[in-house]
């Protein structure tokens, strides 16, 4: 590395050091310079598979040290950890090669865009001399054009860039910046022949802000919330995921605390507000909600919601409805009734609003309805949803890292998390096999915590070999397998018994001998609660992989119903899930929504 610093300008001798530093340069390689920017950016680890157009990046990673490499057994799999290691640090990274690596990781990344994750995809792409002088190259498509991939990626991503010499150091800060900001992926293509190619960068660190807001329409946008918070009589916090993605969780709890107003939350937000929190009120999902939820929402005559974006599953099929005074604040910008405030921070925002609005004194708490009764179990009759859910509740201690993948563990959404709980699913974007390679990304980045993974088998047989990197690396999580035979949840929708939702019986308990040879791996297959009682006392000291043996056609009623609702959206009045026993429907149905 040559460290030929020099100063630009003579501004130097007029300003703090501090400030000057950014504009101090120095000469750096292009991947070194990359490296150091995702470092200084908080990440610690980067995912992928190697490939001969990102080799050269590799082995300056390898030679510097400045990331740990994680190599994953597919780039859909990196994608998903990228985004499991961001929900927990705030920004992960990929590197892929070119075309085959990128497409493959694509519907991972498209999957952040919708999740509103920040992750930095980049591939290993041909080399600019390539593009010059016209070659054709493998992994393209033969016929003389270099774009395909990038213009792929412009509608998944807030930003793409194919780097070169002269626009590295600007774009290179421009992306990451873009990311943490927009809390949104980018792409960047790294072509291999200018890696180790020497460029003038700044010597100063990157800086991660959110940029600050106007002030007068900070200060505005502040005073109309402000003023119609204290004018209600019911006020009430409606969040979604993007409280999390914008880190304001805290501040929402001090707002509600301060005045004392209910907070519910939509499930792409499961956990973002700690559920022992005592104005939190529940889940809110229209005529699906949970009842305190339901009623503190649609009564209440002032509701500031945060990143509210509804869609069919988070709205009760659409049944939602927010009253007519909701303040809208999302990342950016706030809408204020008829008023749109631009160029205002959130954090900034809710800040201030906190800071600016009066104590409550005269609002106790809503009282929220237990969690449901309790079904008694024969201990060693055939394991059930009701009584697996329940054995699992007990089981969830505070701190847990929780992960749920599409399928019938959608009842996960129904417990009750302890405190300081963090829960990653992917409600918006649903892509199964999501949860296992996000696992893999959040034990990367907090493996001394719990993690619990809650996944159907026809989810796991999409991402199941990731497992072995996890065993590779040897984290310690407990792997929750639901064995039903197939897409349970799918035959909520049309094809209760069609063989097309069935799946081919892995012996998924022997997979971690599989994937690791001398794995201390505990794993369990069971068939009753006793044999689930005895996977649950084991000790957490080694992965434990619990398979359960379900009935295919055994789903607790609000998956199987929201399935069912699911396919009169999808098919329309002439579709045929009315056909007699095409659907599988609630064993007992779900009562009316009051
Ligand atoms: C990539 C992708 N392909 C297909 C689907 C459609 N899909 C949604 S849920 C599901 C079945 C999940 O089955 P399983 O994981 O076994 O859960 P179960 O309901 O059986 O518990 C499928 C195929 C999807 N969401 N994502
Ligand atoms: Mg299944």
Known sequence: MKWGARYRGSLLAFSPLLVLRKYVVMKQSIGDFLLRRLKEAGVRHLFGVPGDYNLELLQQLH????????????????????????????????????????????????????????????AGSIP??????????????????????????????????????RNAATEIDRLIVTAW??????????????????????????????????TERLRSCVAAIVQRLSAATSPAILVDADADRFRVASELMALADKMQVPVAVINTAKGVIDETFPHYVGIYNGKASEPTARDTIETSDCLFSIGYRPIEVTTGDFTALLPANTIRARGHSVDVGDDNYQAVTLK???????????????????????????????????????????????????????????????????????????????????????????????????????????????????????????????HKPVVFLINNGGYTIERGYLGKTERYNDIANWAYGDLPKVFSRDTSARSFVVKTIEGLQGALSAPNDTMIFVESVMDPHDALAPVTSSSNKGAELDYGPRGPQYRENLQLRPAVPLAPPA
């Open 63 to 122: 030679d510097t040290g400045a990331l740990q490499w994680i190599g994953t057994c597919s780039e859909l799999n990196a994608s998903y950890a990228a985004d499991g290691y961001a929900r927990l640090t705030g920004l992960g990274a990929l590197l892929v090669t070119n075309g085959v690596g990128a497409l493959s990781a694509i519907n991972g990344v498209a999957g952040a865009y919708s999740e509103h994750v920040p992750i930095v995809c980049i």
């Open 181 to 214: 900001q927009e809390k949104l992926p980018v792409y960047m293509e790294l072509p291999s022949d200018i890696a180790y190619l020497d460029i003038e960068v700044p010597e100063g660190p990157l800086t991660l802000a959110q940029p600050r807001s106007d």
């Open 128 to 165: 600019l001399r390539s593009i010059d002088r016209g070659l054709g190259m493998h992994h393209t498509m033969a016929d003389g054009t270099w774009d395909h991939f990038l213009d792929a990626y412009a509608h998944v991503t807030a930003a793409h860039v194919r780097l070169t010499p």
């Open 348 to 474: 900034e925002v809710l800040r201030s609003v906190l800071e600016a609005v009066p104590h409550a004194r005269n609002r106790a708490p809503r009282r929220v309805a237990s969690v449901a009764a309790r079904t008694t179990v024969d201990r060693s009759g055939q394991l059930t949803q009701a009584a697996y859910w329940q054995a699992i509740q007990d089981y969830i201690r505070p701190g847990d890292v929780l992960f749920v993948d599409n399928g019938t563990s959608y009842a996960l959404f129904g417990l009750k998390l302890p405190a300081s709980c963090t829960f990653v699913g992917s409600v918006n974007w649903g892509s199964i096999g999501y949860s296992v390679g996000a696992l893999l990304g959040a034990l990367t980045a907090a493996p001394d915590r719990r993690h619990l993974l809650f996944v159907g088998d026809g989810s796991f047989q999409v991402t199941a070999q990731e497992l072995s990197t996890i065993l590779r690396h040897d």
